[in-house]
T-cell receptor, first 114, second 111 residues
Framework: AQSVTQLDSQVPVFEEAPVELRCNYS??????LFWYVQYPNQGLQLLLK??????LVESINGFEAEFNKSQTSFHLRKPSVHISDTAEYFC????????????FGQGTELSVKP | DTAVSQTPKYLVTQMGNDKSIKCEQN?????MYWYKQDSKKFLKIMFS???????INETVPNRFSPKSPDKAHLNLHINSLELGDSAVYFC??????????FGNGTRLTVT
C-alpha cells in the first residue's frame, strides 16, 4: 500500500524568504507524484506533477519539486515566497495504472508573513 | 466557464436527514471522483466512475450512494446523515490518467 508523509504540518516564513515543504512517500510500484495547493475556502489546484522524465519539475509561479527515487521524496521549494503563497499544500501519489486514485499527505500550512 | 462545479457550496442539515450533492464537469473527461476532506484537512477518495461505471469504492458506508446519469455528472446522495459525515466533499474529474481537476467543494455540516 502507498502512503505519503508531509513532515511539517505548519511552516511559517517571512515574505521573500526561501521555503521547502517536505514530502516522503512509500510505494512498492512506480508512481506519479503531485503537489496541490488549496487556498482558503477553495478547491485544490494542481501546482505541479512528476509523471516521468526530468526529476526536477517547475510550476508557473516559481515553485519547483524534485523527485528523488532513492530517498522516496518529492520536496517542494520556492526561493522567495510572497504573501499570496499563503495556503495549504498537499503532496499526493498515485500508482501509474490508477492515475485518479490519489493518496494524499496530511497537508502543510504555509503561512507567509510580511 | 467553471470546469468542475458542485452544488450546493454549503449544506447544513440535521442528523437522520437525506441529502444530495451535485457535480458537473464541462471538460469532456471520462472519469469523475468524490473525495472527502475531514476536519483535520485529510483528503481521501470515496468513489470513482468511468463513463458512468463505478470503478473505485473505498469502504464507504452504504448510506453513501453515488449516481452518474452521464459522464459529465456525478452526484452523491447520503442517507441518514450522521455527525461524523460533517466534512468538505470534493468532486473531481480526469481524462486518461491525467491529473485531477477539483471542484470548489461542498461543506456539509450535520447538527
Amino acid at each position: 500500500a502507498q502512503s505519503v508523509t508531509q513532515l511539517d504540518s505548519q511552516v511559517p516564513v517571512f515574505e521573500e524568504a526561501p521555503v521547502e515543504l517536505r514530502c516522503n512517500y512509500s510505494s512498492s510500484v512506480s508512481v506519479y507524484l503531485f503537489w496541490y495547493v488549496q487556498y482558503p475556502n477553495q478547491g485544490l489546484q494542481l501546482l505541479l506533477k512528476y509523471l516521468s522524465g526530468s526529476t526536477l519539475v517547475e510550476s508557473i509561479n516559481g515553485f519547483e519539486a524534485e523527485f528523488n527515487k532513492s530517498q522516496t521524496s518529492f520536496h517542494l521549494r520556492k526561493p522567495s515566497v510572497h504573501i499570496s503563497d499563503t495556503a495549504e499544500y498537499f503532496c499526493a501519489v498515485s500508482e501509474q495504472n490508477q492515475g485518479g486514485k490519489l493518496i494524499f499527505g496530511q497537508g502543510t500550512e504555509l503561512s507567509v508573513k510580511p | 466557464d467553471t470546469a468542475v462545479s458542485q452544488t450546493p457550496k454549503y449544506l447544513v442539515t440535521q442528523m437522520g436527514n437525506d441529502k444530495s450533492i451535485k457535480c458537473e464537469q464541462n471538460l469532456g473527461h471520462d472519469t469523475m471522483y468524490w473525495y472527502k476532506q475531514d476536519s483535520k484537512k485529510f483528503l481521501k477518495i470515496m468513489f470513482s466512475y468511468n463513463n458512468k461505471e463505478l470503478i473505485i469504492n473505498e469502504t464507504v458506508p452504504n448510506r453513501f450512494s453515488p449516481k452518474s446519469p452521464d459522464k459529465a455528472h456525478l452526484n452523491l446522495h447520503i442517507n441518514s446523515l450522521e455527525l461524523g459525515d460533517s466534512a468538505v466533499y470534493f468532486c473531481a474529474s480526469s481524462q486518461d490518467q491525467r491529473p485531477l481537476h477539483f471542484g470548489n467543494g461542498t461543506r456539509l455540516t450535520v447538527t
